[in-house]
């Protein structure tokens, strides 16, 4: 039984150390930044907080319960009236219906209109406008915003998203390159380590003066300073990964380590210098900005409308209907009456109508402009985003033959070091410059991917369906 437990106990333990030593692929990064990472998480929110606005801006449409009364504690008439009514504001036309209950006692003026038959009355009305808050009001114009408002959530959260995504992308190529660089410090270290002691015997000998060894062990020292400084590098983009990777179960930064850096950048294929046309016409299309313009100029033409409403006159009809209950009714009141209201009211001057309504075409005018500056600024976007792939591209490839000239060189150092037709000094100079060589490679590798992250954002193409539109 206690085999059986420590052969489990190695089974987890190894299943756990090859997890720590499985390479970190950007897609595990991703994943943690669409489900752990707080920012994108706080986006999310803009659209609880659009929804409920717009619950809010319903309000306005709630069924109102009015209650109220009146009494006259001294005066020729003592009579008291009390009432009790629901008003309900109607979504459209911008009426309204009431119905409820009204009671009178004691002595009251017979052209008082709150008098009412012993047992009261029921109440029956509503009431249209005609001309202003007919087509459009304040409390439906304030909801048609509020419709709006949740569809401009969408290309807010959008463009978070994509910027999320491209930062978390060009954060991990950091890290990869961090880590290629650190091992290629150290290998460079290697080498002058490996050299030293073959020196070292060749001084014992006689074979080399003490000077070489001292100079070799001066480049040692150099290339553990340089390791420091990569290590340092490494550790930094480490730091920054961890903010966009992080755990499943806590959602806390996971410092990734160095076991986990890939052996190699993933494939780097040329891209096609004839996409430029379609990436505009997609990043068009899924593009954030162009639709959250679209969607604040329809707000803005939701105010011009409210606007143009005010300049109308009120004109508004109702009819009331009152029902008397009981059998004791005055003799001056019909058991069931008919009201038919008529009001006008038009502001002579208008002035703040007709400024609302100006101010709302000087902003529809603005926000057309931007909208065709955005187009432009889209399309340059990915002109640019494009261009830099492909500089890359060419870029990487001539690192790659640098390095291979570099190595072909040192290799050749090498040898003639051994034949004794060259010195120390010119082999540790060509060491180093097949070492920059590799750097430069590994930074043009990670520059190819930045690029193409930021590629990716101009075009919206990492745009998840449910936000793009």
Same mark, same amino acid.
């Given at each position: 039984?206690?085999?059986?437990?420590?052969?489990?106990?190695?089974?987890?333990?190894?299943?756990?150390?090859?997890?720590?030593?499985?390479?970190?692929?950007?897609?595990?990064?991703?994943?943690?930044?669409?489900?752990?990472?707080?920012?994108?998480?706080?986006?999310?929110?803009?659209?609880?907080?659009?929804?409920?606005?717009?619950?809010?801006?319903?309000?306005?449409?709630?069924?109102?319960?009015?209650?109220?009364?009146?009494?006259?504690?001294?005066?020729?008439?003592?009579?008291?009236?009390?009432?009790?009514?629901?008003?309900?504001?109607?979504?459209?036309?911008?009426?309204?219906?009431?119905?409820?209950?009204?009671?009178?006692?004691?002595?009251?003026?017979?052209?008082?209109?709150?008098?009412?038959?012993?047992?009261?009355?029921?109440?029956?009305?509503?009431?249209?406008?005609?001309?202003?808050?007919?087509?459009?009001?304040?409390?439906?114009?304030?909801?048609?915003?509020?419709?709006?408002?949740?569809?401009?959530?969408?290309?807010?959260?959008?463009?978070?998203?994509?910027?999320?995504?491209?930062?978390?992308?060009?954060?991990?190529?950091?890290?990869?390159?961090?880590?290629?660089?650190?091992?290629?410090?150290?290998?460079?270290?290697?080498?002058?380590?490996?050299?030293?002691?073959?020196?070292?015997?060749?001084?014992?000998?006689?074979?080399?003066?003490?000077?070489?060894?001292?100079?070799?062990?001066?480049?040692?020292?150099?290339?553990?300073?340089?390791?420091?400084?990569?290590?340092?590098?490494?550790?930094?983009?480490?730091?920054?990964?961890?903010?966009?990777?992080?755990?499943?179960?806590?959602?806390?930064?996971?410092?990734?380590?160095?076991?986990?850096?890939?052996?190699?950048?993933?494939?780097?294929?040329?891209?096609?210098?004839?996409?430029?046309?379609?990436?505009?016409?997609?990043?068009?299309?899924? !593009?954030?900005? @162009?639709?959250?313009? $679209?969607?604040? =100029?329809?707000?803005?033409?939701? %105010? /011009? &409308?409210? +606007?143009?409403?005010?300049?109308?006159?009120?004109?508004?009809?109702?009819?009331?209907?009152?029902?008397?209950?009981?059998?004791?009714?005055?003799?001056?009141?019909?058991?069931?009456?008919?009201?038919?209201?008529?009001?006008?009211?038009?502001?002579?001057?208008?002035?703040?109508? !007709?400024?609302? @309504?100006?101010?709302? $075409?000087?902003? =529809?005018?603005?926000?057309?402009? %931007? /909208? &065709?500056? +955005?187009?432009?600024?889209?399309?340059?976007?990915?002109?640019?985003?494009?261009?830099?792939?492909?500089?890359?591209?060419?870029?990487?490839?001539?690192?790659?033959?640098?390095?291979?000239?570099?190595?072909?060189?040192?290799?050749?150092?090498?040898?003639?070091?051994?034949?004794?037709?060259?010195?120390?000094?010119?082999?540790?100079?060509?060491?180093?410059?097949?070492?920059?060589?590799?750097?430069?490679?590994?930074?043009?590798?990670?520059?190819?991917?930045?690029?193409?992250?930021?590629?990716?954002?101009?075009?919206?193409?990492?745009?998840?369906?449910?936000?793009?539109?």
């Amino acid at each position: 039984m206690k085999n059986i437990f420590l052969v489990i106990l190695f089974g987890v333990a190894l299943t756990q150390a090859t997890f720590a030593e499985k390479p970190l692929l950007l897609g595990e990064v991703l994943a943690s930044v669409q489900t752990q990472y707080p920012p994108y998480l706080a986006a999310l929110i803009e659209q609880d907080i659009a929804n409920g606005r717009a619950r809010q801006a319903q309000g306005a449409f709630d069924l109102n319960l009015n209650v109220g009364g009146a009494f006259r504690p001294a005066g020729y008439y003592d009579g008291q009236s009390g009432y009790a009514v629901l008003d309900q504001p109607l979504p459209f036309w911008g009426g309204n219906v009431y119905g409820g209950y009204r009671l009178s006692s004691g002595f009251l003026p017979n052209y008082n209109k709150d008098r009412t038959s012993t047992d009261g009355e029921a109440v029956l009305g509503f009431r249209v406008p005609l001309l202003r808050d007919g087509t459009i009001d304040r409390r439906r114009a304030a909801f048609w915003q509020s419709q709006i408002d949740q569809e401009l959530a969408d290309p807010i959260i959008l463009r978070q998203y994509l910027d999320f995504i491209r930062a978390a992308t060009i954060s991990y190529y950091n890290w990869v390159a961090a880590g290629q660089r650190l091992t290629l410090t150290e290998e460079l270290l290697r080498i002058a380590k490996d050299r030293d002691s073959a020196i070292a015997e060749q001084v014992k000998r006689g074979a080399s003066a003490p000077i070489v060894q001292i100079d070799n062990q001066r480049l040692v020292v150099s290339r553990e300073i340089a390791v420091v400084q990569a290590l340092r590098r490494f550790q930094a983009a480490a730091i920054e990964l961890s903010l966009f990777h992080r755990s499943r179960e806590l959602a806390e930064p996971v410092i990734s380590p160095r076991e986990r850096v890939p052996a190699a950048f993933p494939p780097h294929p040329r891209p096609d210098e004839g996409e430029v046309t379609a990436a505009i016409a997609r990043a068009a299309i899924f !593009r954030p900005e @162009i639709r959250r313009i $679209e969607l604040t =100029i329809e707000k803005n033409e939701i %105010d /011009r &409308q409210l +606007a143009k409403n005010n300049m109308l006159p009120n004109l508004d009809v109702g009819v009331e209907a009152n029902q008397a209950t009981g059998g004791n009714l005055p003799k001056d009141l019909e058991r069931t009456e008919i009201e038919a209201k008529i009001e006008f009211k038009m502001p002579l001057q208008r002035r703040e109508a !007709r400024g609302r @309504i100006e101010v709302a $075409e000087a902003l =529809i005018q603005r926000l057309n402009n %931007d /909208r &065709q500056f +955005a187009r432009d600024r889209i399309a340059a976007d990915v002109r640019d985003s494009h261009s830099a792939i492909i500089a890359a591209y060419d870029a990487l490839l001539q690192t790659r033959k640098n390095m291979d000239l570099s190595q072909q060189l040192e290799a050749a150092e090498n040898e003639r070091l051994k034949q004794g037709a060259t010195d120390l000094l010119a082999l540790q100079i060509r060491e180093q410059a097949t070492f920059d060589a590799k750097v430069l490679e590994v930074e043009a590798q990670a520059e190819y991917f930045r690029a193409q992250a930021n590629f990716r954002a101009a075009t919206a193409a990492d745009a998840p369906s449910s936000l793009a539109r």
